[in-house]
């Protein structure tokens, strides 16, 4: 990382020059202001704010880049776990939340973040995706926490969604259900993907399994609406009878949805038809009567590992899956 001194020596001023260039560029000519942004663009110099707000502090600072997350409660845990395990071990975080639809603020955001000298920084998405890295932030110390990214070899913490639908379909297997109606978040997600593979791999491991009907959420936007068509249009073509058991939903929110949908019909859960969800969401989960029976997205844990990487000097760089616990309800 360019260092005040270095961008005086290329643009052949003093420490002084640079310094009125960055913060007061109106005592400056219109020449030298202009010579001195030339070196500080050619170095990618950013101010080092950090000398002025966290003097002091032995470079145990750790930043994080929120993509939505800050201001999602859903995953806001996150978030809460990097700055519990931050403080527990005498280090210090901040957050700069953004949004990875604007490169142009992607770009300002990672500015802002090396501003301030953090030893590494954290990216942490609102839900499981492929992101983008801020070119500014692809050549120092960063790890992932519930993102993946193909743009450089970076340590990522992700669910293991594999393996928390796995848990879910052998339970439900144990259980004796028998015809399954999935209902799944849209195919390409990376998510819905792993889930339809651990379903799969746990629902084909019993005896003389039959064939489940599986849906993904389709439609533009992929609202939870969409996500619940399927067992509209059932119930719309045979409003008596179900052919199911069991309706495995790709999240809460379609299962929120599936409730209203089999209630207002008259039919009882789990006793005409069970139903389980995915992710334990954060303030809706425990509305559901009966209880909901579904699977913890492990957002805590994320952000706890994410910071230990910095904190323990971990020199991994590859995904780390982190287990999905079983939540048991009374849905199933």
């Known amino acids: 990382m360019a260092s005040l001194k270095q961008v005086a020596e290329l643009a052949g001023v003093s420490l002084m020059t640079v310094s009125r260039a960055l913060n ?15 070196a500080i663009d050619e170095l990618n110099y950013v101010p080092n704010f950090s000398a002025k707000n966290i003097r002091g502090s032995t470079g145990k600072t750790i930043g994080i880049l929120s993509l939505g997350t800050a201001t999602t409660p859903f995953s806001v845990e996150i978030i809460l776990a990097i700055e519990k395990t931050v403080r527990q071990h005498g280090w210090h975080s901040f957050v700069i939340n953004t949004f990875e639809d604007d490169e142009q603020e992607m770009e300002q955001a990672a500015e802002r973040l090396l501003s301030y000298r953090p030893a590494g920084i954290i990216v942490a998405r609102n839900g499981l995706k492929e992101v ?57 997600a990376i998510a819905a993907k792993e889930r339809k593979n651990g379903f799969e791999k746990a629902w084909f491991n019993q005896a003389n399994p039959q064939t489940p009907e599986q849906h993904f959420m389709i439609g533009t936007p992929h609202t939870y609406e969409n996500g619940a068509k399927p067992l509209e249009r059932l119930l719309a073509s045979n409003p008596e009878k179900l052919d199911f058991d069991i309706i495995v939903c790709g999240n809460d929110r379609i299962a929120f949805l599936v409730y209203q949908l089999l209630l207002g019909r008259g039919f009882r859960i789990p006793e005409d038809v069970a139903v389980v969800g995915y992710d334990n969401m954060v303030g809706v989960t425990h509305l559901f009567q009966p209880a909901l029976t579904t699977v913890q997205l492990p957002h805590y844990e994320m952000g706890k590992q994410a910071a230990l990487h910095f904190i323990e000097g971990r020199v991994t760089k590859e995904d780390t899956l982190i287990d999905c616990p079983l939540i048991a309800g009374e849905s199933c």
């Open 24 to 38: 007061h560029p109106e005592k400056l000519s219109e020449k030298t202001y202009n010579h001195v942004k030339k």
């Open 132 to 188: 983008k890295i801020p070119q500014k932030l692809r050549n120092i110390p960063i790890v992932l926490s519930n993102c993946v990214t193909n743009d450089i070899d970076v340590a990522s913490y992700i669910p293991n969604d594999f393996q928390g639908q796995f848990d879910l379909t052998e339970l439900l297997v144990k259980k004796g259900y028998k015809k399954p109606l999935c209902m799944y978040i849209p195919e390409m």
